[in-house]
């Protein structure tokens, strides 16, 4: 019950858009979400997933959900542009970079990097319309 209210409560940060400092604005903000599910399909509930910057080593935790998805928020600004993540689900892992326009101070940042397996894909070009139907399904 905690995760599916943490999740929904970040969900909704993203939605609002609320200004209450600059960290909250969308250029401090890239998200990584996705899915993780077993060799057959089958969604991995209550996975721990760890998104970690390598230029500063600082982590951020995540956890799937009862449909194997995950969101993760990390602080990123404009000058982190480029830089170079990991994302880690047990033993797996991928590196990823942040892709952004850093002068886009509108649409979210982020990347979908979905769990196969053992096998980690981005699907970055999924990113927006994942978001969006996370999004959606949490306001019901």
């Known amino acids: 019950m905690a995760r599916t209210t943490a999740l ?15 960290e909250h604005e969308v250029y401090y903000r890239y998200t ?3 899915y993780v599910k077993d060799a057959r399909g ?5 996975r721990q997933l760890e998104l970690i910057r390598e230029k ?3 982590s951020y ?4 959900d009862a449909t194997g998805f995950y969101l993760i928020i990390a602080r990123l600004g404009d000058e982190s542009v480029g830089e170079s993540l990991t994302l880690r689900i047990e033993r797996a892992s ?3 970079v942040a ?5 886009n101070h509108t649409d979210e940042r982020g990347t979908r990097v979905d769990v196969e ?20 399904s949490s306001t019901r």
């Not at 089958?42 to 209550?46: A, D, H, K, Y």
């Not at 935790?61 to 799937?64: M, R």
């Not at 053992?118 to 139907?133: D, I, K, P, Q």
């Open 8 to 22: 929904v409560l970040a969900l909704a940060w993203i939605a609002i858009g609320a200004r209450v400092d600059a």
């Open 32 to 34: 990584v979400l996705g």
């Open 42 to 46: 089958q969604p991995l509930v209550g």
């Open 56 to 58: 500063t080593g600082f």
């Open 61 to 64: 935790a995540g956890e799937t």
């Open 94 to 96: 991928t590196r990823l």
């Open 99 to 103: 892709r952004f326009d850093p002068t």
């Open 117 to 136: 397996g053992t096998t980690l894909v981005e699907r970055s070009a999924w990113f927006a319309a994942t978001l969006a139907a996370a999004l959606d």
